[in-house]
């Protein structure tokens, strides 16, 4: 009962994190000074996070060959994360617009024709993953991302930060 409950803990540790970041974009802005970049130093401790979640994972999963169909949404969520990434860069993925940076609009596949594609291919790969890991943590998991997503879409722009330095 406690380890599943340290398992769901670290499941939505990230999201804690990013909810506060995208609350607050100007406290994490003054927190991070004019000599780092806010979106930098998020992506630097949303690695921390995800590996506590990949090792919270590790530690209930069942581990064994996939089926096919687990490997193919895992791929396609994976994509579509990889081409997110490309397309906005480390600035656009991690709140850069929150936090004051001018971020220009992208309208190329995936966006344009998969609403939040970021967050559809990591629900995408943490699906593929039912076949390792019990889905009590899958659905803990996905759910944080929709709850993100929630947050997100009811973005008040006269909430963002104003940028300490111009760099962008």
Known sequence: MMGGLLVS???????AFYYVL???????????????????????ISHILKAVQFIALFSVARLSWPPWYCLVLFLIGQFLNFRVYQLLGESGTY???????NIPWVTEFPFGYIKDPQYVGS???????????????????????FF?????????????????????
């Open 123 to 145: 629900i995408l790969s943490i699906v593929a993953a039912i076949c390792w890991v019990p889905v009590q943590y899958v659905l803990v998991w996905v759910l944080g991302y």
């Open 148 to 168: 993100m997503m929630m947050v997100e879409s009811k973005e008040n722009p006269s909430t963002r930060a104003k940028p300490l330095h111009s760099s962008g």
């Open 22 to 44: 995208w609350t607050y974009p100007q406290l994490w802005v003054d927190f991070c000074g004019k000599d780092t970049d806010p979106s930098h130093r998020m992506a630097q």
């Open 95 to 101: 709140y850069g617009v929150r936090f004051g940076k």
């Open 9 to 15: 803990v670290a499941l939505l540790l990230p999201f």
